[in-house]
């Protein structure tokens, strides 16, 4: 079976065949896979009113366990966005009434933000979606073929979420 990425590499090998251009064989493959999962995530999430953004706010919230509730620095942390644009999202998501924001009772200047019943559902509808779209992308791997590949695309990605900053 050829690939659009077979068809890229094979006309780059005739062009230059000075270059080793083997790496575009996984990598442009996992460009193409990403774009073709952004587009599941975006159907899934507009089936329940949510942006990507939103998604991952309410459910690192949700991954909290009850009751569902993180520090804005542990969400930072947790979503990889500056302090400015968590606020920002917060207050988007508050006046959404998705989550809520409440008195850090072991930091009297701090706060904690919880998801709300409506935050919850949400998080939960937008998941379930979002896997159903994830096993159609996945439907011709068998599950031994699903183990091989998380366990190596986990060899490529451990060191980039290992890394300090």
Known sequence: MEDEVDRLVAAWRRERPDLDVGPLEVLSRVSRLAR???????????????????????TALRR?????QLSPGQLLTQTLVTS???????????KRDLVERLPDP???????????????ERADASLAGLLAQERAILAELSPRQREDLADLLRSLTAPFDNVPG
């Open 36 to 58: 073709h999962l952004d587009r599941a995530r975006r159907v899934a999430f507009a089936e329940v009113e949510l942006e990507p953004w939103e998604f991952d706010v309410l």
């Open 64 to 68: 909290a366990g009850a009751p569902y």
């Open 84 to 94: 400015g644009t968590m606020t920002n999202r917060i207050d988007r998501l508050a």
């Open 106 to 120: 072991s930091d009297r200047r701090g706060v904690l933000v919880r998801l709300t019943g409506a935050g919850r």
